[in-house]
């Protein structure tokens, strides 16, 4: 085989490998194999989505979770599959027809159903691909989308079973209505933007008492000609002699209760509350606790309808005009709220306008706000769902990596309210329900079913009509754990994968989807579908602010890796990834990781000219060398690292203990220390030294496999440590016996403290390379001098040394000083560099740090910024603190060793 060549070149490499390694099936699970199981479940990105930041974080995470398994020997199962993404998926192809200049409702539900199912098979597959870039070892022969034909049957089985247990019924209440796409939407699918506008102080005149007022605040004067009450706080003074009376709704002339309740804040504005329970989810409470009326003022096109109120419309002199408000009949929010509030001014109602920034809810996608909007839709029963969910995280079967995000998963299922499933999209689940002639529903199966239900009750076939509505896209994507497993079917697979081992997710789904999973993976496997669940952070930018398209500080992970490489994106990642905190960052982070990918290649390169490579008569417990002993120590000592950290979900340990190994043990002191006894030949040491060189780089490469899989199977391949694309299934390494390793590391590790120490006097004093200087020890032990002379040719190449001994006169004047166990490293420095400017520059470099640090320290001792200043700011400058403290100390340090 040609020899290695000078870089390592991703761009060749990595298609090479991955369809080496697809095509031999290393990612296949075996559903027959004797070895212990281990399943993660992909969370499906959308089948219209393309690779970003945040995908790129948790497939990371999963793939090197899958990858250290599978070479420890389990029988791995990293389930792929795609979501069908209903309104995502369905704006897409409506865009596409309309720049056809066809609309949906023209061309017809089937008509449009079969452009989506084409567009997917034509479109579909980017991310899956994408995937593949990253290095995703998914078992793709086993990929599933979650409106496949099995995953079809598990959803209707669902939907009826809990239709049938009464856990799933219709009902009126209020929901996030999109204007736009013309459907409910999930809390997720809602973004809070920040709008100025302005808070509206209105007088509500008291009934029988005209030059009596009631004043309340609002941001939205067009929904109150939908107001059906006034709520002032039970124990607040100023209002407690009108409780129990009525108001008069200014405009539409309807008597209002002033109710007591405690949703009313007496601290804020006037301490009375409009209540308009069909446009408001806080009122839609209030209102069912007082059993009040609830009109809907909106439709769902958000234009003003009268016809649930035109009956309570009455002429009120000075506060109230049918006429009026006739007029808004078919005007949007914006046009009624302008005209509402002139006509309140008019009538002199107005008590004044205020500024007022706040948050809207607006559509994430449509972009549009949203309106909360009182509709008959099918409802899941969340709450009664949700117990055996909590117990099962209370009694640990299921626990949360960091373990805090119970707090969060608790806090959410104990206040769930009813979930509204049904959307009204055209792509997606149906609704298996259908009506009859008198509006009885029947949910079945399929429509033959339903037929039979509806004979069986009115003794006769009747004409059904299908529920046009769809099922929230979490719904379905809530049985994934046990559905891409072939339930409702009693499959081999489900019964070997189910429960999984892990989830690994961010914390922004942990309602929306972790919850879910275990609601409905509890009700219909009686077990958790996942045992442990790894929350991680979201990506942010270098200074930790989230990324967003508008800020423009969005990164591609494709533009990184076709930069990089997907390995040096890869240990970037799990490099950053602590319990629970968010990953900054930026193509400087990847790039500084690239010269880890080069470094591992060119230590591989100086190996392979010296002769390095796999010997199968090697074994450690035989190395008698100190040097040899030392470096198998120290792989075994990673190799502990390593595996805990990866047990434990900290990536970042993890890669900081092969960084560690590989950069620091590996290149910088072993293979230099190895130098010269390489270049003796053939001799007993020389081929121990190989032999413990080769032993160490395969075990570098299994251990940086996981978050570097290409580089480490392309170095593995080409030394011959196995077949072709095998590294992905070699055996996990494991600790082995060395004789003597506290020897050997005392010996080895007084080397390195010694050549580092001078190294960095040599550096603070900023002595030129090419200036060599005496590096004498004082009150030095005698084994201490013994060792110094075993490894003189060492320490004089690596510390620049002109010579190494013992200090035998007095000490010589313009020494640097620095204590190393028992004895003082002496570094002569007179007539080398010019003492007093050196001592000048350390301390005015000293001075600048401390009044850095001394600034930064002000700032965060100053609570006001602390509470105003953003999360991320206070952070960076408690790392300045910190960094600017530490630089005083070690200027300060450097300058006591000048004495």
């Known amino acids: 085989m040609s020899m290695l060549d000078k870089n390592f070149s991703p761009a060749e490499a990595e298609p090479r490998l991955y369809e080496g390694w697809e095509r031999s099936g290393a990612f296949a699970c075996d559903p027959g194999s004797a070895a212990a199981p281990f399943t993660i479940m992909i969370p499906p990105p959308n089948v219209t989505g393309s690779l970003h930041m945040g995908h790129a974080l948790t497939f990371t995470v999963q793939d090197a979770l899958v990858r250290f398994r599978r070479m420890q020997g389990r029988d791995v199962l990293w389930q792929p599959g795609t979501d069908h993404a209903g309104i995502a998926t369905q704006m897409v192809v409506e865009r596409l027809l309309a720049a056809e200049g066809i609309s949906r409702q023209a061309l017809g539900r089937e008509a449009f159903l079969e452009r989506v199912w084409q567009w997917k098979a034509e479109s579909g597959g980017t991310i899956t691909r994408q995937l593949r870039r990253l290095g995703a070892s998914l078992d793709w022969p086993r990929e599933r989308f979650t409106m496949d034909a099995g995953l079809s049957v598990a959803v209707r089985d669902v939907f009826v079973t809990l239709y049938r247990q009464g856990l799933i019924y219709r009902d009126r209440r209020l929901v996030n209505w999109d204007p736009k796409f013309q459907s409910a939407i999930s809390d997720l699918e809602v973004e809070a933007r920040e709008i100025k506008g302005h808070l509206w102080h209105i007088r509500y005149p008291i009934a029988d008492e005209p030059d009596h007022f009631i004043v309340v605040a609002t941001t939205r004067p067009e929904t109150m000609l939908g107001d059906t009450a006034v709520a002032v706080h039970p124990d607040d003074p100023r209002w407690r002699d009108l409780i129990g009376r009525h108001a008069v709704l200014p405009l539409v002339g309807r008597r209002l209760p002033i109710v007591a309740d405690t949703y009313s804040d007496p601290a804020k504005g006037s301490g009375a509350v409009k209540i308009t329970p069909a446009h408001d989810f806080n009122d839609f409470a209030v209102g069912q606790r007082h059993d009040l ?107 949360f990596v960091p373990k805090q995000w119970e707090n969060t998963f608790f806090a959410w299922l104990r206040d769930i309210q009813p979930w509204c499933i049904s959307r009204q999209l055209w792509w997606g689940h149906r609704i298996p329900a259908w009506y009859g002639p008198d509006g009885a529903v029947f949910v079945a199966h399929d429509e033959a079913a339903a037929a039979a239900l509806a004979r069986a009750q009115y003794g006769r076939d009747e004409p059904l009509t299908r529920d046009e509505d769809v099922l929230d896209t979490w719904f379905s994507s809530g049985l994934w754990p046990f559905s891409t497993l072939g339930w409702p079917e009693d499959t081999a697979e489900l019964a070997r994968y189910y429960p999984t081992d892990v989830l690994v997710t961010g914390f922004d789904i942990i309602f929306f989807w972790v919850a879910r999973m275990m609601m409905l993976g509890l009700h219909f496997r009686k077990e958790v579908p996942f045992r442990t669940v790894y929350i991680h952070g979201l990506v942010r930018d270098e200074r930790g602010q989230k990324m967003s398209k508008s800020k423009g500080n969005s990164i591609d992970p494709l533009e990184l890796i076709d930069r990089f490489g997907a390995d040096a994106l890869r240990f970037t990642i799990c490099a950053l990834t602590g319990p629970g905190r968010d990953v900054k960052l930026g193509a400087a982070r990847v790039e500084s990781y690239r010269s880890f990918v080069t470094k591992l290649w060119n230590a591989a390169r100086f190996c392979e000219m010296n002769g390095i490579g796999p010997d199968p008569a090697f074994d450690p417990a035989a190395a008698r060398l100190p040097l040899a002993r030392w470096l198998l120590d120290a792989a075994n000592a990673a190799i502990l690292q390593a595996t805990a950290a990866l047990d434990a979900y900290r990536l970042d340990e993890y890669a900081a203990a092969c960084y560690r190994f590989t950069w620091n043990t590996y290149c910088d002191w072993f293979l230099e220390f190895a130098k010269p006894v390489l270049a003796e030949g053939d001799t007993a040491a020389a081929r121990e030294v190989r032999g413990a060189a080769a032993y160490a780089l395969g075990v570098i490469l299994r251990l940086l496999h996981p978050a570097m899989p290409f580089v480490t199977e392309e170095l593995w391949d080409r030394f011959g440590y196995g077949a072709p694309c095998s590294l992905i299934r070699a055996p996990w390494p494991v ?71 013992p200090l035998t006169g007095p000490l010589p004047t313009g020494a640097a000083q620095v204590v190393l166990d028992e004895a003082t490293i002496v570094v002569p420095l007179a007539g080398l560099i010019d003492l007093d400017a050196e001592r000048a520059r350390l301390d005015r470099d000293r001075m600048k740090a401390e009044g850095e640090a001394e600034k930064v320290a002000r700032k965060l001792a100053n609570a006001d910024f602390v509470a105003r200043a953003p999360e991320d700011v206070v952070a960076e400058n408690r790392e300045r603190l910190e960094a600017a403290r530490a630089e005083a100390a070690r200027l300060a340090a450097a300058l006591r060793r000048l004495g």
């Open 735 to 805: 600790a082995a016996s060395v004789a003597a390793p506290e020897a050997a590391r005392a010996e080895l590790d007084w080397v390195v403290r010694l050549i580092g120490e001078v190294r960095a006097v040599r550096s603070e004093m900023n002595v030129p390379p090419s200036v060599r200087a005496p590096v004498l020890l004082r009150d030095a032990a005698p084994e201490t001098l013994a060792r110094a002379a075993r490894w003189d040719e060492a320490i004089r190449r690596l510390a620049r040394a002109e010579a190494v001994g």
């Open 293 to 399: 009326p609830m009109p809907s003022v909106l439709d769902r096109e958000a234009l003003v309808t009268l016809a649930e109120i035109a009956d309570a419309l009455e002429a009120v002199e000075g506060v109230a005009d049918p006429g009026f408000v006739r007029a808004l009949e078919g005007r949007s929010r914006e046009d009624a709220r302008a005209a509402i509030v002139a006509e309140l001014d008019r009538l002199g109602l107005l008590e004044k306008t205020e500024p007022h920034t706040h948050q809207v809810p607006h559509g994430d996608r449509s972009g549009v706000a949203i309106e909360p909007l009182l509709t008959t839709q099918w409802f899941c029963n969340a709450a009664v769902l949700a117990e055996p969910a909590i117990a099962a995280v209370e009694d640990g079967r299921t626990q």
